[in-house]
Protein backbone atom coordinates (compact mmCIF):
# COMPACT_ATOMS: atom_id res chain seq x y z
CA UNK A 1 0.00 0.00 0.00
CA UNK A 2 1.04 3.64 -0.57
CA UNK A 3 -0.56 6.64 1.08
CA UNK A 4 -0.22 10.04 -0.47
CA UNK A 5 -0.58 13.03 0.41
CA UNK A 6 -0.84 16.67 -1.25
CA UNK A 7 0.08 20.13 0.23
CA UNK A 8 0.78 23.07 -0.77
CA UNK A 9 -2.68 24.56 -2.45
CA UNK A 10 -4.21 27.62 -1.70
CA UNK A 11 -5.51 30.88 -3.34
CA UNK A 12 -3.08 32.48 -5.60
CA UNK A 13 -3.32 35.73 -8.08
CA UNK A 14 -3.04 35.25 -11.60
CA UNK A 15 0.65 35.40 -12.23
CA UNK A 16 1.41 33.97 -9.06
CA UNK A 17 3.32 30.81 -7.94
CA UNK A 18 2.91 27.79 -6.15
CA UNK A 19 4.67 24.49 -5.20
CA UNK A 20 2.59 21.54 -4.51
CA UNK A 21 4.52 18.23 -2.72
CA UNK A 22 2.92 14.48 -2.40
CA UNK A 23 4.39 13.20 0.70
CA UNK A 24 4.17 9.21 0.24
CA UNK A 25 4.71 6.66 3.04
CA UNK A 26 3.92 3.26 3.71
CA UNK A 27 6.28 1.96 0.51
CA UNK A 28 9.33 4.01 -1.10
CA UNK A 29 8.15 5.18 -5.07
CA UNK A 30 11.37 5.38 -5.54
CA UNK A 31 10.59 2.82 -8.55
CA UNK A 32 7.41 4.09 -9.76
CA UNK A 33 6.18 6.81 -12.55
CA UNK A 34 4.36 9.23 -10.59
CA UNK A 35 1.83 12.16 -11.91
CA UNK A 36 -0.18 15.05 -11.17
CA UNK A 37 -3.86 15.36 -12.43
CA UNK A 38 -6.36 17.80 -11.66
CA UNK A 39 -10.22 18.24 -12.06
CA UNK A 40 -11.51 21.74 -12.11
CA UNK A 41 -15.49 22.91 -11.50
CA UNK A 42 -17.69 21.00 -13.92
CA UNK A 43 -15.06 19.48 -15.48
CA UNK A 44 -13.43 15.96 -16.16
CA UNK A 45 -10.48 14.89 -14.33
CA UNK A 46 -7.08 15.53 -17.02
CA UNK A 47 -3.47 14.81 -17.01
CA UNK A 48 -1.52 17.48 -15.97
CA UNK A 49 2.55 16.39 -16.01
CA UNK A 50 4.26 12.53 -15.21
CA UNK A 51 7.60 11.81 -14.25
CA UNK A 52 9.26 8.50 -15.06
CA UNK A 53 10.90 6.56 -11.93
CA UNK A 54 14.27 8.43 -12.06
CA UNK A 55 13.28 12.06 -12.73
CA UNK A 56 15.14 12.03 -16.43
CA UNK A 57 12.00 11.71 -18.38
CA UNK A 58 8.88 14.15 -18.15
CA UNK A 59 5.79 15.01 -20.17
CA UNK A 60 2.88 17.82 -19.58
CA UNK A 61 -0.08 18.85 -20.64
CA UNK A 62 0.28 21.45 -23.56
CA UNK A 63 -1.74 23.96 -21.13
CA UNK A 64 0.67 24.08 -18.80
CA UNK A 65 4.10 23.20 -20.76
CA UNK A 66 6.51 26.19 -19.87
CA UNK A 67 4.82 26.76 -17.11
CA UNK A 68 4.44 23.88 -14.45
CA UNK A 69 7.61 21.52 -13.72
CA UNK A 70 7.44 17.87 -11.99
CA UNK A 71 10.11 16.80 -10.19
CA UNK A 72 10.94 14.40 -7.07
CA UNK A 73 12.65 14.10 -4.15
CA UNK A 74 13.75 10.18 -3.90
CA UNK A 75 15.38 10.56 -0.42
CA UNK A 76 12.01 12.50 1.00
CA UNK A 77 9.87 9.80 -1.12
CA UNK A 78 7.95 13.04 -2.28
CA UNK A 79 6.83 14.31 -5.50
CA UNK A 80 6.29 17.54 -6.50
CA UNK A 81 4.61 20.24 -8.94
CA UNK A 82 6.08 23.90 -9.07
CA UNK A 83 3.63 25.99 -10.61
CA UNK A 84 4.30 29.55 -12.30
CA UNK A 85 2.41 32.25 -14.10
CA UNK A 86 -0.71 30.83 -12.66
CA UNK A 87 -3.61 31.27 -14.80
CA UNK A 88 -7.63 31.22 -14.00
CA UNK A 89 -8.05 28.17 -15.82
CA UNK A 90 -5.54 26.67 -13.80
CA UNK A 91 -8.23 26.63 -10.49
CA UNK A 92 -8.54 23.36 -9.89
CA UNK A 93 -8.03 20.42 -7.66
CA UNK A 94 -4.70 19.05 -8.03
CA UNK A 95 -4.02 15.13 -7.62
CA UNK A 96 -1.02 13.15 -7.30
CA UNK A 97 -0.92 9.79 -8.13
CA UNK A 98 1.18 6.62 -8.19
CA UNK A 99 1.87 3.88 -10.98
CA UNK A 100 3.61 0.82 -9.47
CA UNK A 101 3.17 -0.94 -12.46
CA UNK A 102 6.02 1.02 -14.22
CA UNK A 103 8.71 3.55 -14.34
CA UNK A 104 8.25 5.18 -17.75
CA UNK A 105 5.85 8.09 -17.56
CA UNK A 106 2.46 7.45 -17.47
CA UNK A 107 -0.79 9.84 -19.17
CA UNK A 108 -3.95 7.90 -18.60
CA UNK A 109 -5.11 8.03 -15.35
CA UNK A 110 -6.95 4.88 -15.30
CA UNK A 111 -3.22 3.07 -15.10
CA UNK A 112 -2.22 4.63 -12.12
CA UNK A 113 -2.85 2.71 -8.83
CA UNK A 114 -2.32 4.78 -5.91
CA UNK A 115 -3.97 8.46 -5.33
CA UNK A 116 -4.10 11.34 -3.00
CA UNK A 117 -6.56 12.80 -1.73
CA UNK A 118 -6.28 16.23 -3.54
CA UNK A 119 -5.31 19.63 -2.30
CA UNK A 120 -7.41 22.98 -3.83
CA UNK A 121 -5.64 25.66 -6.21
CA UNK A 122 -7.75 28.86 -6.83
CA UNK A 123 -6.27 31.21 -8.95
CA UNK A 124 -7.86 34.89 -9.30
CA UNK A 125 -7.83 37.13 -12.05
Known amino acids: QVQLVESGGGLVQAGGSLRLSCEAS????????MGWFRQGPGKEREFVAS????????DYADSVKGRFTISRDTAKNTLYLQMNNLKPEDTAVYYC??????????????????WGQGTQVTVSS
Open 26 to 33: GRTISYYA
Open 97 to 114: AADVHTITVVHEAEEYDY
Open 51 to 58: TDWIGLST
